[in-house]
Each structure stands twice: as structure tokens, then as C-alpha cells.
């Protein structure tokens, strides 16, 4: 079955940087494109970034451009995102999501929570 | 930057049918921006119901449909059980990028 499991969240200052990991199991990796969306507490979703499946194109939100990098291993299986230069409103609940078509969402993580505060 | 508008809250009794909308600030909602629809509960990961305006994932009950109705894109629920209450999210593809709708809330009383 799907797993999307991801981890690295936590608390730090802003300013400061984090790594969130998606490991990926259940599914040939190196077929699909990835997202990253999060969720602010008590606040609805907003898409982060996308990956296509060879790693060849990525998209990022305006909130995120020049701050967030997505990328991929594909020999372990896992999505990362690496968050720099960390605001307070990046505050929120980071998901995983897998892409079966580049524009479709359907297997989700269980989500990572990243507080940013000083 | 697109907006995506959906319905705040609705309110739907067990056994009826609801329809809920997605509005783009650009125009009318086309199959091109490839809807995409999520349910989510209190304390729990957003779970995908339909792709590509009205396909559904194996996992998707039948009484969720989706569409395009009037210019936007519609997720329609017949005959509503008590566990579809639940916060639901639309999701459209903008050219590179995807823009989700702030939410609707469905209570089911």
C-alpha cells in the first residue's frame, strides 16, 4: 500500500532553516511528481511546491519562491523541502502528496508541523 | 495570482443532496484547470476524492460526484451520511501552479 511518511519538523527561529523529508513506499518513486502542501493552524491549504517525476521541472508558490527547494532522491525513495530564510507565517503542517498525473493529487502524508518562533 | 472561492459553510440533512462550488477570480472553471476536490476531518490529513473534475479514486464513495456547473467547478453529495461532515477543498491547476479554495465547511444536522 501508499506510504507517505514525512519528518524533520520542529521548532526554530525565524530566520533559520529545516529540512522536511517525505519517505515514499508502496508505489515505483521515480514514476510520479510530488507536491508539498501545508496548512497553517486553524487555516486552510495552501500548495507549496511541485516536482516532476524526473526531477526536470519545479514550481513554487509566490510565498515560497527564492526561499523553498524541492527536490528528490530517487535512489531513497524520498521528496525533500528545504525551507530557508523562515518567516512566523510558515508556521504550519507540511503534507506530502503524490501526483498520478502532474495536475492531480491523490495519496496524502499524515503531515510534520513546523513552528517558526523565536 | 488566482483566487479560488468556495462556499464558507453549508448545511445538508442526512439523506440529502449538496452541491458545493469552486469559482476562479480569472473566469469560468474548464476541465483545463483539472479540479481537483479533498475532504478533510478535525486531526486528520486531507484525503483526495476527485481528480480532473469528476473522476473518482478507487476509494471514493459513489454519492460523490464532481462537475462543472454554471462556470465553475461543483462537488455534488447524495444522499449525505453523518460522517461526510467534514471541511472540503477544491483545488485548481493555474499553469504551474495550484491554487486551493479557502474551504467549505459542511455540517450535517
Known amino acids: 500500500q501508499v506510504q507517505l511518511v514525512e519528518s524533520g519538523g520542529g521548532v526554530v527561529q525565524p530566520g533559520g532553516s529545516l529540512r522536511l523529508s517525505c519517505a515514499a513506499s508502496?508505489?515505483?518513486?521515480?514514476?510520479?511528481?510530488m507536491h508539498w502542501v501545508r496548512q497553517a493552524p486553524g487555516k486552510g491549504l495552501e500548495w507549496v511546491a511541485f516536482i516532476r517525476y524526473d526531477g526536470s521541472n519545479k514550481y513554487y508558490a509566490d510565498s515560497v519562491k527564492g526561499r523553498f527547494t524541492i527536490s528528490r532522491d530517487t535512489s531513497k525513495n524520498t521528496l525533500y523541502l528545504q525551507m530557508n530564510s523562515l518567516r512566523a507565517e510558515d508556521t504550519a503542517v507540511y503534507y506530502c502528496a503524490k501526483s498520478p498525473q502532474s495536475v492531480d493529487f491523490d495519496y496524502w502524508g499524515q503531515g510534520i508541523l513546523v513552528t517558526v518562533s523565536s | 495570482q488566482t483566487v479560488v472561492t468556495q462556499e464558507p459553510s453549508l448545511t445538508v440533512s442526512p439523506g440529502g443532496t449538496v452541491t458545493l462550488t469552486c469559482a476562479s477570480s480569472t473566469g469560468a472553471v474548464t476541465s483545463g484547470y483539472y479540479p481537483n476536490w479533498f475532504q478533510q476531518k478535525p486531526g486528520q490529513a486531507p484525503r483526495a476524492l476527485i481528480y480532473s473534475t469528476s473522476n473518482k479514486h478507487t476509494w471514493t464513495p459513489a454519492r460523490f460526484s464532481g462537475s462543472l456547473l454554471g462556470g465553475k467547478a461543483a462537488l455534488t453529495l447524495s444522499g449525505v451520511q453523518p460522517e461526510d461532515e467534514a471541511e472540503y477543498y477544491c483545488l485548481l491547476y493555474d499553469g504551474g501552479a495550484w491554487v486551493f479554495g479557502g474551504g467549505t465547511k459542511l455540517t450535517v444536522l
Open positions: 508502496g508505489f515505483t518513486f521515480s514514476n510520479y511528481g
